[in-house]
């Protein structure tokens, strides 16, 4: 996978925690699917469009797949930069794009695709609100 | 601090798993919060008083103060026992007492507290439905 | 997908913990890559081939890709049984598959894979030794 | 326990994570030992002694004694800032105070400390470093 050249692609630059590294000396794997989850909740506060306000809809976002590749591990004393983007819109559901990286060798540790779809507190799956699609829909023509 | 004679201690026993250890090779220290935490819910299943159903009640406990001081780690590869035990009961409140230990050599990893308090949705202190305080109770006169 | 016909199916037992949980009430999705994990070690420990004795070879299994379906929420109250088998077993790479049901319901809460390269300390990639080979490789013929 | 008026307060401010919270639609309580953890952390970084060096010089500081009360829950959708102090410094040991804040509010989640030992690689304790007395020393003269 490699990164899109057609959209726009979101950052957020965390510093690993000590917590997250494993006795390997490195981070967890389970790891990185919290740092995508952080990554599109800061994607959404940047475009202006909290998840915390999507779940005062009375609905809300679940994840109903995780897909990554693990290329090289990070380690405590580094930060890692998380690139997201919109891979696709529905009108039910959003799949994001993910690669993590070294921000200052560049060096790619993490690539994946989170998709979830949009579900009413009973578990029935429900379009997306206008509003949302809207704004999602923006970082999809970006460039 | 030493485990009480005069009551019930109830054992919890968990593999140590690998994601709970950090680079340091050891059970990393916030993952005794979760042991205690999982000890005393394993406990009060074996109470026949889930604390599951207690949260269907329409209250919850909530964590006031955490105390733990640690002995000696605990690797991946071994078992941990949380020796678990009623400290203290109030009508309002509920204090747990802890000792995690190394179940082959008896090597104690962790002692420490956990003070529960009984709140409404809305944060408001109230009182442990009597049922409550009476299985709870049980377990303070057992020896 | 669906539980291979042809092998050895492991089952590991967990409670919930009530820490898995997020504040949509249900696990949070990133705790099955830990299931997943603590599933495998389970599985090579039943095998008598305990993981931790493998890293004392100075090798380590590291995740090089994983993959996961949510189907239906796991909740705080329940048991959740995760079916592990091997799904393919290579000189330098095994990859096992998974199912996490709820064992009162039979309810798939998710199902996923994870591949798992052999490396040295270093990062570089090696053959699993023989005696690994050969236990992995028996659970793959055992029916 | 109230803020210290005098010596030096740093401060962390992290984004409440999704996965930090619990099916009571809090944050976890035992999040907090994590949020301690990376707040001295990031400490260490800000007076130019990153805790991986420490490491490097094949000695770590561990956690020997934790302790946490809980004033008022933080919720998904907002920051904390975690105030950091140098609690008390000898030759062997170090000690943390902490006060977890919301900052657009001031309400306090969470105050705290950590007491850690300088230890070798096989336990035994140590002394640390003179260059690290003098830097954490200088957070104590700040004021």
């Known amino acids: 996978m490699s990164l899109p050249t057609d959209?726009?692609?979101?950052?957020?630059r965390f510093w690993v925690r000590y917590a997250e590294t494993d006795r390997m000396g490195i981070v967890h794997h389970a790891t990185y699917v919290i740092y995508f989850e952080e990554a599109r909740n800061q994607f959404s506060r940047d475009m202006g469009a909290s998840y915390a306000d999507f779940e005062k809809e009375g609905?809300?976002?679940v994840?109903?797949?995780a897909n990554l590749r693990y290329l090289a591990p990070a380690v405590?004393?580094?930060q890692v930069v998380?690139?997201?983007?919109?891979?696709?819109?529905k009108s039910r559901r959003i799949t994001f794009g993910y690669?993590?990286?070294?921000p200052e060798s560049g060096e790619v540790h993490c690539?994946?695709?989170a998709k979830l779809i949009c579900v009413t507190p009973e578990g029935q799956v429900q379009r997306?609100?206008?509003?949302w699609l809207e704004s999602w829909g923006r970082a999809l023509e970006t460039k």
Chains 1, 2, 3, 4 share one sequence.
């Not at 690139?83 to 819109?89: S, V």
């Open 59 to 61: 609905i809300a976002l």
């Open 99 to 102: 690669q993590v990286e070294n």
């Open 7 to 12: 959209r726009l692609i979101h950052e957020t």
């Open 128 to 131: 997306i609100p206008q509003q």
């Open 82 to 89: 998380t690139k997201t983007w919109i891979d696709d819109l």
């Open 111 to 113: 690539t994946g695709t």
């Open 63 to 65: 994840v109903s797949e």
């Open 76 to 78: 405590f004393g580094q």
